[in-house]
C-alpha cells in the first residue's frame, strides 16, 4: 500500500464527490497553483449563514482532487464563520496522508479556494 | 575525465559527477531533469573552490597581484566560453541568466528600437522567459507582440514567419534555439536568413542548445543569442548574451552602476567599452570561472558525441516511452529533431502524480507547464512530466524511468 496514494485518496480523484457548478450561486473563487498551471473553482449555496450546497470544479493532481472532494462533504452544512476559522491542519489532518512541503500547496488549494469565497480575501497564504 | 567503457549511449563519465553518488533509501539517484539544471562534475566544483580557496578578489580595480589573478582568472573564462560557441570576448556579456540576458536586449535595444505600430514576433514555443520580456516592452512603448504557431508535431511552419516578415512591421524575432517542453529543434540559420532579408533582428534562446549540441554562432546568424552555465555543467547565476557587436555598441546600457562606466561626473556619466558597458556591479567571478571549467570539459568531451549520445538515448526514451498505455509525448517523433528531452501525459495520472511516482523508483523528473503556459494551452494541456538527459546518463537510467512509470500506474489502477 502506498503512503501518499491510499485508496480513498485514489477513489475520490477518480470519482471525486461534490465536483461541477452550481448555477446560481451565492459565493465562487477561482484559485491557481502557479507551480503546475492547475486551477480550481468553487461554487457555493449559502442558507441561515452556512454552506448550504457546495461544488467545485477544475483540474489537478491527485492530492489536490482529493482534497477537494473530502473537504466538500465536511463543508455542506459547515457555518459560513467555523470556514473562516479554517486553517491548513484542519484539511491536512483530514486528508490523512504524509503531505511533503511540495504537495502542500496542492493540498490546501481548495481551502485557499473556499476560504477565498467565503471571507472575500483571496491573499490567504498556502 | 574518467575513461570508462564509451558507447554512444552511454559516454561513461558518470564517475565525473560527485552527486551521481548518493542513494535514497538504498536507491542510486537517477537524475532526469538535466533541461531544468544540469549535474556538475568534480573539475567544474574544483575550479569554484579553488577561485574561492586561493584566488578570490574583487576585478577590474585591484593593483596587487591577487586582484590580477582575479582579473586573469575571469578574462580567461570569457575567452573560453566565447570560444565555446565561436564568439568574441568583446561581444560575450556575463549576465545572471537566460532571462536577465533576454531583458537586457528587451530594455537597452527594445526601448530605443521598437515603438507605437512596430512587432514583435515570438512563437508560441517560447519559455516564460522569452515571452514576458516582449510583452513588457510590447505594453510599454504600443508595440504589437505576435506568435508563430506550433503545429501538430511540435514545428514552426517557415512560410507563417515569411509572411509576418512580409507587413514590414516586425522589428525582432525572438524564438527558442531548443523548446524546453517540445524538444524541437529549430533551423536557426534558415530562420534568421529569412529575418535577415526582411530587415529585421533575431534573438535566439539557447539555453536547451549550447549544453547539448555543437553551437556556431557564426553559421547560425543571430544577431542576439543568449544561454545559461548552469543548464550547460556550470554553477548557477551566470547567463551568458552574445550580441553582434555594432548592435552593442550602439545600445544604451541596460543596468547601470559600478563598472559598466568609463567616467562619471557629478550629472551624467560615460559608458565602459564592450564587454563591461553590460556588467554594472562586481560580476559573478567564481560563477565565470566554474563556467570556464565546464566548457573545457565538454569540448574535451566534444559536442559532436555529447549530441550522438544523446539523440541515442532519446531514440531509447522515446521507444520505451511509447510502450506505456495512454500515453502520449509531445512535440517531433523523431528523435533527429528533437534535443535530449521528451513530454508526456498519461491519461488518468495527473503530471505531479507521475512524477511523485517516479520519485518512488528514485527518478527525478519534471512536472508542470515548464514556464511555457501559452504552448500548454495550445497542446490542450495543463501541464506535463518531462525527463531530459545529460551526459552522464545511460539506457539504464531511461528503463527505471519506465519501470517507475509501470508500477506508478498500477498504484493508480490503471493496470500493467
Partial sequence: MDDLYRDYILDHYKRPR?????????????????????ELGVHIRVKDGAIEELRFHGHGCAISQAAASIASEELQGMQLSEVEELGADWMIELLGIPVSATRRKCALLNLKAVRGAVTGDGAWPI | MTVETRTAADLGVRSDFPILTREWDGRPLIYLDTAATSQKPQVVIDAVSDHLASHNANVHRGVYALAQEADAAYDESRRRVAAFVGGEPATTIFTKNVTEAINLVAYAWGRANVGPGDEV??????????????????????????????DEHGMLD?????????????????????????????????????I?????????????????????????????????????????????????????????????????????????ATWNELPYKFEAGTPPVAEAVGLGA?????????????????????????????EIPGLRVVGP???ARRGGLASF???????????????????????????????????????????????????????????????GREIFGLGS
Fill in chain 2, 121 to 150: 514576433l515570438i512563437t508560441a514555443m517560447e519559455h516564460h522567459a522569452n515571452i514576458v520580456p516582449w510583452q513588457v516592452l510590447c505594453h510599454e512603448v504600443g508595440a504589437e507582440l505576435r506568435y508563430l504557431d506550433v
Fill in chain 1, 18 to 38: 461534490n465536483f461541477g457548478e452550481l448555477d446560481p450561486h451565492d459565493l465562487e473563487a477561482l484559485e491557481h497553483n502557479p507551480l503546475c498551471g492547475d
Fill in chain 2, 333 to 335: 517523433p523523431e528523435a
Fill in chain 2, 158 to 194: 517557415p512560410a507563417q514567419l515569411d509572411k509576418e516578415l512580409e507587413r514590414g512591421k516586425v522589428r525582432l524575432v525572438a524564438f527558442t534555439h531548443i523548446s524546453n517542453v517540445l524538444g524541437t529543434i529549430n533551423p536557426v540559420a534558415e530562420m534568421t536568413a529569412r
Fill in chain 2, 196 to 268: 535577415r532579408a526582411a530587415g529585421a533582428l533575431s534573438l535566439v534562446d539557447g539555453a536547451q542548445a549550447v549544453p547539448h549540441m555543437p553551437v556556431d554562432l557564426r553559421s547560425l546568424g543571430a544577431d542576439f543569442y543568449a544561454w545559461t552555465g548552469h543548464k550547460a555543467l556550470g554553477p548557477t547565476g551566470i547567463g551568458v548574451l552574445h550580441g553582434r557587436r555594432e548592435l552593442l555598441e550602439e545600445m544604451p546600457p541596460f543596468l547601470t552602476g559600478g563598472d559598466m562606466i568609463a567616467s562619471v561626473d557629478f550629472q551624467r
Fill in chain 2, 294 to 322: 565546464a566548457v573545457e570539459y565538454l569540448s574535451a568531451l566534444g559536442m559532436e558525441r555529447v549530441r550522438a549520445h544523446e539523440r541515442e538515448l532519446t531514440s531509447h526514451l522515446l521507444a520505451r516511452l511509447g
Fill in chain 2, 345 to 407: 501525459a498519461i491519461e488518468g495520472m495527473h503530471p505531479h502524480d507521475v512524477a511523485e511516482l517516479a520519485d518512488r523508483g528514485g527518478v527525478c523528473i519534471r512536472a508542470g507547464h515548464h514556464c511555457a503556459q501559452p504552448l500548454m494551452r495550445c497542446l490542450g494541456l495543463s501541464a506535463t512530466a518531462r525527463a531530459s538527459v545529460g551526459i552522464y546518463n545511460t539506457p539504464s537510467d531511461v528503463d527505471a524511468l519506465i519501470d517507475a512509470l509501470n508500477a
